[in-house]
């Protein structure tokens, strides 16, 4: 099924105009840090290892005004890169979040 032509009547053109910019990479990083913290408390240091590469991975993919592209082929290999670190991230984030019910006495969300 093909998909739907794009709407370009005034209506869509000011919902476009003030729909916010989705967030960046940065940002979504830094969510999911917040997130992770306040669900695992001090378990939470366990992952910074790995949250850093991600933040590295990140930083290259975005590296912000006046900071050097990568090529599609470097940045081809840092998107495999970050997604195998994503990968470690959700299972370490698994195992911390059993132990963070263990201590809590085996309660359940």
Same mark, same amino acid.
Not at 16 to 36: D, K
């Given at each position: 099924m093909p998909p739907a032509p794009a709407r370009t009547d005034a209506a /869509? =053109? #000011?919902k476009? +105009? =003030? /729909? @916010? @910019? @989705? @967030?960046?990479? +940065?940002? *979504? *990083?830094? &969510? *999911?840090? #917040?997130?992770?913290t306040t669900s695992l408390g001090g378990l =939470? +240091? $366990?992952l910074q290892p790995l949250l850093e590469t991600v933040r590295e991975g990140v930083k290259a993919l975005e590296p912000g005004p006046g900071g050097a592209r990568l090529s599609?082929?470097?940045r081809e290999a840092r998107c495999v890169q970050l997604e195998k /670190?994503?990968? #470690?991230l959700e299972d370490v984030m698994e $195992? *911390? !979040?059993l132990a963070a019910r263990a !201590? /809590? $006495? $085996?309660? &359940?969300d």
């Open positions: /869509a =053109s #000011r476009n +105009a =003030s /729909a @916010p @910019p @989705p @967030p960046s990479l +940065a940002e *979504l *990083l830094e &969510r *999911l840090e #917040r997130s992770v =939470s +240091a $366990g599609p082929k470097e /670190a994503f990968e #470690r $195992g *911390l !979040q !201590q /809590a $006495g $085996g309660k &359940r």
